[in-house]
């Protein structure tokens, strides 16, 4: 049952959070109904998630093997067989499947958005991968498509700025996640990935930099522009934007300094900072929305 745990990744599942944004940024936490629609599809697109998992440690399993760290992996190590993972790979699809008629006539859209993550992320594990920056873009681009499938889900439209947010946190991220491959490199001269050696400490530096200026700009257009003020009834969001700036500068000590960027979701689960960072704006948001 650990094996099949590991392989699943449900600590990886934190990222399918993105699922639930549409009914947090949108005012509706309140409304029942959207609220168990987004929580439906956010444990549908866990399910999915954990397929593309599977599937992906079938596919690296060569490299996992030669890795200093996934080759505890359960396929890597033997604990589970390649069949194995075919037959929980297909389990994991048809479960997040089945919760598509909890959508009503919005089934196939929630549908679609899945069964397009899905097919998008066969081909990243087969061969977009290897390609340097298209690597990052489609992982960036998996997590707007997390967030149009809670709109899909729930009806609530997204705005332009939430979308573009979305794209450009989750393209920062990846650079920093690539930084430590490099760093990796660096010092044993063995790339860890086959496009590593297309990526160097100059070019993801100035890429995080950018990233990180090109989002907080965003974030502050996002927070004060009319269709936004309108939407949630609240002047005061952009008082958030304090939060999004410590949690940015903190992700880019961690990747620079610290050099440990290689699991965002580790570090969210294990940096204090980032953590209180998180629910401060969280907190402060919800007041701006539901209370003020």
């Not at 947090?24 to 029942?32: C, S």
């Not at 009503?104 to 992320?121: D, P």
Request: hydrophobic fraction near 55%; charge should be positive; proline fraction near 3%.
């Amino acid at each position: 049952m650990k094996e099949i745990l590991l392989l699943i990744r449900p600590k990886q599942w934190l990222k399918n959070v993105f699922v639930l944004l549409p009914v947090f940024f949108g005012g509706a936490l309140t409304d029942g109904n959207a609220l168990l629609r987004a929580l439906a599809a956010f444990v549908a697109y866990s399910f999915v998630a954990s397929s593309v998992y599977c599937f992906n440690d079938i596919m690296d399993l060569k490299a996992d093997r030669l890795h200093s760290t996934k080759c505890r992996r359960p396929i890597a190590s033997g604990a589970v067989s390649v069949g194995q993972a075919f037959l929980l790979m297909a389990a994991m699809l048809l479960s997040g499947m089945m919760f598509l008629p909890v959508f009503g006539e919005s089934w196939y859209k929630v549908g679609m958005v899945l069964a397009g993550y899905y097919v998008l992320n066969l081909f990243y594990c087969v061969r977009l991968k290897h390609y340097a920056v298209v690597d990052v873009c489609v992982v960036a681009f998996g997590f707007v498509l997390r967030l149009i499938a809670g709109s899909q889900a729930t009806g609530i439209p997204l705005s332009k700025w939430i979308v573009l947010m979305t794209f450009l946190l989750t393209l920062f991220l990846s650079f920093a996640k690539r930084r430590d491959d490099v760093v990796r490199m660096e010092q044993t001269g063995i790339a860890p990935r086959k496009n590593t050696n297309r990526y160097n400490l100059t070019f993801i530096n100035q890429a995080i930099t950018i990233l990180a200026s090109v989002t907080i700009v965003c974030y502050i257009i996002y927070t004060v522009s009319p269709e936004v003020v309108a939407r949630t009834g609240s002047q005061y969001i952009y008082l958030t934007t304090v939060f999004v700036l410590l949690g940015l500068l903190r992700y880019i000590q961690i990747t620079v300094v610290d050099k440990r960027s290689e699991d965002p979701t580790k570090i969210m689960f294990t940096d204090r900072f980032l953590q209180i960072v998180v629910l401060a704006w969280a907190a402060m948001f919800f007041i701006a929305i539901y209370i003020l």
